[in-house]
């Protein structure tokens, strides 16, 4: 019964490899999002979709490339890895519609090495 | 810049106290105020939210006072109990697009 679910958990890897975040969420919401929460805990907003359209495009590196396959999909794909990347991605969704809770997904840890 | 600035950064109270967090804004536009609740490990989980037409909110020992003219809104958790120990994030939205968070409180609730 997970509303909104990520993988992997734990992604460590070396700089200048490439890897994917997954992110489905079951709740039959309309936006979803990618937060990025750095070691002092700042979460950041990164991208949003609304049914599967890029609303916001936060100004992230153009290595990040977010795609959304469907309404319940949001993946995040990394390219050329760097140290400064380690973080905490979190993936959220929203209902829309005028409704505003936003619900989080259990985050990925990425270590860089 | 900071669209949203919280204080304080941590915050210990003693079991059955009063924790208070506070988090100003300057944008007007916002018209959602949001609090998350984060255990380690763990994501933000939405723990109460205001709109800016109330000045107060109370879900069980959960309260957010909201001052509209003043531009800040605040957490009360009333008896707080060791298991409220968490970090806390408020943030702030137009039209529940672009969530701005602030830096977050970490709360330590001694038995």
């Known amino acids: 019964d997970t509303a909104v679910s990520q993988t992997p958990k734990y992604l460590v890897t070396q700089m200048g490899n490439d890897k994917s975040i997954k992110c489905e969420q079951n709740?039959?919401?309309?936006?979803m999002y990618w937060y990025k929460q750095d070691s002092k805990k700042f979460l950041k907003i990164m991208f949003s979709?609304?049914?599967?359209?890029?609303?916001i495009n936060e100004t992230v590196p153009n290595r990040f490339s977010p795609k959304s396959p469907d309404k319940a999909h949001l993946n995040l794909h990394i390219n050329s890895l760097e140290l400064g990347d380690s973080a905490v991605y979190f993936c959220?969704?929203?209902?829309?519609?005028?409704?505003?809770?936003?619900?989080f997904g259990p985050g990925t840890r990425l270590t860089v090495l | 810049q900071q669209q949203v600035k919280q204080s304080p950064q941590s915050l210990i109270v003693q079991k059955g106290g009063i924790s208070i967090i506070n988090c100003a804004y300057e944008?007007?536009?916002?018209?959602?105020f949001p609090w998350y609740q984060q255990f380690p490990g763990k994501g933000p989980a939405l723990l109460i939210a205001?709109?800016?037409?109330?000045s107060e909110k109370k879900e069980g020992r959960f309260t957010i006072s909201f001052n509209k003219s003043a531009k800040q809104f605040s957490l009360h958790i009333m008896d707080s109990q060791p298991g409220d120990s968490a970090t806390y994030f408020c943030?702030?939205?137009?039209?529940?697009?672009?969530?701005?968070f602030g830096t977050g409180t970490s709360l330590t609730v001694i038995p």
């Open positions: 959220a969704s929203r209902l829309g519609q005028g409704r505003n809770e936003q619900f």
């Open positions: 709740l039959g919401h309309d936006t």
């Open positions: 979709y609304n049914n599967k359209e890029l609303i």
């Open positions: 944008n007007t536009a916002f018209d959602y």
């Open positions: 205001i709109r800016p037409d109330v």
């Open positions: 943030a702030a939205s137009t039209g529940g697009n672009q969530f701005y």
